[in-house]
């Protein structure tokens, strides 16, 4: 193998004496490594690197500036259908013996287990388990292998799955020509088989004695020649033709005669905003286009990537969420054409592994369009980023590691190629905007929407006021009903916002005060209508919602509050003859799903959408004119610091929806704290005036841009060990860094997925060597991993939370 093996390869190696695990090579040495047995590779899965140099590089950027290991990063990185690794399979021992002298008794679970295991004879446990149904699987098979009578063996599983297509070739070589002159003689009778023959000699170009002789696909030989799959059979009976199964990408390449770019006009404002990007970028790599909702960023995006790919670059543009790749795509596919290309997570395995393969058999001049794990492809020639929505949070991974955050990713990745940046919003993060007015950026401001639209009004609606007057009904009050009313009768559409998903957010017994909890979670359980459960939005536990109060056994169990499920019923209530659609993760649960709703409520097919915040990220519907904002509370007063960032950013952008076209558009946002200052800058779009006033805030109580955070998270499954674990942890870092750390402290939600939590805050300098701090970080926790308490803690880092 030693000839085989190359820096980006991947290889296949064994963990322990039967699981293996694919594996990157990362560099070749002549050292052996001491202290430990080296076991041998097991095999070398390419033929050519699968991975490129920057990859590697940002690898490892990304684990020692979130603190993590590059094997995270690495897990992260690659599509699963390109990391074959064993799987543990169940299978009943051939070879076992019942001890009659003291007989093993089978429970009837134990006996269903086998009873499957005997008709499928290998299954996996995930398998097992949702076969029988039954929960404590794992300790059944337990008991069967401890007795004997179940075994285990490992697998490789190769998850990577080709396309495969037909093609057409005919049995004979090109130059054979009384071959075919005798094939024209066996189809002479049949004006369909001769016609296509005729056809397939034409596309294969055999009648091109110096052209490359190609195989012909079966479907697009049926399409042009008009004929059908039985005429086929016949020429393949008649010994003429034989079909051939091909492996394909399912992202083929661009043709070198690839239709033009067809490009749209821009504005005068537009136009100015380009010049003034392109110019910047001779000063600043990296430029920040701030331009009002409906301004028309997405134009001088598809421009500069015009230019982009015109000098054979490629080009990555990221967005913060798969709805907003559906309409993308869409817009720029009918610029770009087959050179974009779409990468999220709703694609198969196979489908990444295609795209993943596509971009590294070269270098051609592409455009990849997706969500923050696009960062980590396999790019050639990287001219050009765009972060499109710089400031959503969405770009930041929580759980598992790495949690990096792909806007500064990208950044970084752009840097290593030498490419330009451009990082786009209407409400640009603090920290963003606070380095475009310093100079560390380029700032290039669109102060119009486009076409002569005009930014919407805002109306804010007092509901202890409305309800005072009895003028709500449910969760809508009288002005945003009569606004909804007017938007119907004008033909014209409404969205809906409210943040929490779900039918009803509380469920309690009105009897006795009970409430049902999530198992693993510290969390009430939310209902959802449709699958008749009780839910937890953290880890997924479910239950049914119970008819009599478990508590008190009395018929008291009722539902309070507004999800977006609930809100979705009474608009349609209220308004019957409307056409009501829902988006949010209920509904979203694939790929598709996205591309409906948003097509059908491009067409017009659905009049009022109801969602969470999938529906305020850059969406764009011309003939919404109205939009409602159910309960900004939720939205508001969180203990964060950066709870009015989030707020106004997630209330401009969604007003930012209504009226994108010619006609004036409406906001109303529903609030009991009409007065709070984050509304009223939303209410006038006064977006300075909102970042001087935080940015005073920041600079005040120590907060970025003008410190970095990390945060430190322990987790435990016993309470009282995480507790001591965090006062241990806090005490070694206040030593060493002082009043700069804060905490420990429960979280918001102070137990998940039966884990306890607690959090330490490092507020750092801005100006320190954050590369000291973090080295220190590391030698504080080694210095305590012999410690009982944070031995059995789980400790992760969470840098430049948001």
């Not at 054409?337 to 592409?366: A, C, Q, T």
């Not at 560390?440 to 109306?459: I, N």
């Not at 009022?608 to 850059?618: A, D, N, P, S, Y």
């Not at 509304?679 to 005036?689: E, F, G, M, N, P």
């Amino acid at each position: 193998m030693a000839d085989g093996v190359q820096v980006g390869s991947r290889v296949l190696v064994q963990f322990g004496k039967k699981k293996f695990y694919t594996a990157i090579v990362e560099c070749l040495h002549s050292q052996k490594p001491e202290g430990y047995d080296v076991k041998p590779l097991m095999a070398v899965l390419d033929s050519s690197p699968v991975v490129r140099y920057p990859q590697l590089k940002l690898w490892h950027w990304i684990a020692d500036y979130y603190l993590c290991a590059p094997g995270e990063v690495y897990k992260a990185a690659v599509p699963t259908g390109l990391k074959p690794e064993s799987e543990t399979y169940l299978s009943l021992n051939p070879d076992y013996e019942p001890d009659e002298r003291n007989p093993f008794k089978i429970t009837e679970r134990q006996a269903i287990v086998i009873q499957f295991l005997q008709e499928k004879k290998r299954m996996r446990l995930s398998e097992l388990e949702t076969e029988t149904k039954f929960r404590n699987v794992a300790a059944i098979v337990n008991t069967l292998m401890d007795a004997g009578i179940v075994e285990i063996d490992e697998k490789v599983v190769e998850r990577y799955r080709p396309k495969k297509t037909t093609y057409m070739r005919l049995t004979f070589p090109r130059g054979d020509s009384d071959r075919l002159h005798e094939a024209f003689e066996q189809v002479k009778r049949s004006r369909m088989q001769e016609t296509t023959l005729i056809a397939y000699l034409d596309m294969s170009g055999w009648m091109s004695p110096n052209g490359e002789l190609r195989d012909v696909e079966r479907d697009k030989l049926l399409a042009l020649s008009g004929t059908s799959p039985a005429v086929l059979r016949a020429l393949v009976e008649k010994g003429i033709m034989e079909t051939v199964k091909k492996s394909i990408n399912r992202f083929t390449a661009a043709d070198d005669t690839e239709e033009k770019i067809n490009l749209s006009p821009l504005s005068a404002a537009q136009s100015a905003a380009l010049n003034q990007i392109t110019d910047g970028f001779r000063q600043q790599p990296v430029q920040l286009l701030h331009g009002v909702t409906g301004s028309g960023k997405t134009e001088v995006y598809t421009h500069l990537i015009a230019r982009a790919l015109a000098q054979g670059d490629q080009v990555l543009f990221l967005v913060p969420e798969i709805s907003l790749t559906t309409q993308l795509s869409d817009r720029l596919r009918k610029v770009f054409g087959r050179r974009l290309l779409v990468y999220h997570s709703k694609f198969s395995d196979s489908e990444r592994v295609d795209i993943w393969r596509r971009l590294l058999s070269g270098n051609e001049p592409l455009v990849v369009l997706g969500v923050r794990s696009s960062v980590f492809l396999p790019f050639a020639r990287l001219g050009l980023v765009i972060v499109d929505e710089e400031h959503e949070s969405s770009f930041k991974q929580y759980d598992p590691a790495p949690r990096y955050n792909a806007r500064d990713a990208a950044l970084v990745l752009a840097s290593m190629h030498g490419a330009k940046s451009l990082l786009g919003s209407a409400t640009p993060s603090i920290e963003t905007y606070y380095k475009a007015t310093s100079g560390k950026y380029g700032l290039v401001t669109l102060s119009e929407r486009f076409d002569g639209a005009t930014l919407p009004d805002v109306e804010i609606i007092d509901m202890k006021e409305m309800r005072k007057k009895k003028e709500v009904k449910g969760i809508i009050s009288s002005p945003l009903r009569r606004r909804i009313l007017d938007t119907l009768t004008d033909k014209k559409q409404a969205i809906m916002f409210q943040n929490r998903r779900g039918f009803a957010p509380v469920v309690v017994c009105e009897q006795c005060g009970w409430s049902p909890k999530c198992h693993n979670c510290d969390v009430s359980l939310v209902y959802h209508k449709n699958q008749g459960l009780l839910r937890c939005h953290y880890c997924g536990f479910t239950q049914m919602l119970p008819k009599l109060c478990p508590a008190c056994g009395l018929n008291g169990v009722r539902t309070f509050g507004y999800g977006t499920e609930r809100i979705a019923e009474e608009i349609q209530a209220a308004f019957p003859d409307s056409r009501v659609t829902r988006m949010d993760l209920d509904t979203t649960r694939n790929k598709e799903a996205y591309q409906e709703i948003i097509e059908e409520f491009s067409r017009h097919d659905s009049d009022i959408l109801v969602g969470t915040q999938m529906v305020t990220k850059g969406l764009d519907f011309g003939d919404v004119t109205t939009v409602g904002v159910l309960n900004a509370d939720t939205l508001l007063n969180f203990p964060d610091f950066r709870s009015n960032e989030r707020a106004y950013n997630m209330l401009e952008q969604v007003a930012g929806r209504a009226g994108r076209r010619k006609q004036r558009g409406s906001v109303v946002i529903q609030t009991v704290n009409p007065d709070h200052e984050v509304l009223q800058y939303v209410k006038s779009h006064d977006y300075a005036t909102y970042y001087h006033r935080e940015l005073e805030d920041r600079r005040k109580y120590l907060y970025p841009p003008f410190t970095k955070v990390i945060n430190i998270y322990i987790k435990n499954k016993d309470a009282a060990g995480c507790d001591r674990a965090a006062i241990k942890l806090a005490k070694s870092m206040i030593g060493v860094f002082g009043s700069r750390v804060l905490g420990p402290e429960k979280p918001f939600v102070s137990r998940v997925a039966t884990y306890y939590v607690q959090s330490i805050m490092l507020k750092i300098e801005a100006g320190a060597s954050m590369k000291k701090v973090k080295d220190l970080l590391r030698q504080i926790t080694a210095v305590l991993s012999s410690d009982p308490d944070i031995r059995t803690s789980q400790l992760h880092y969470d840098v430049d939370p948001v």
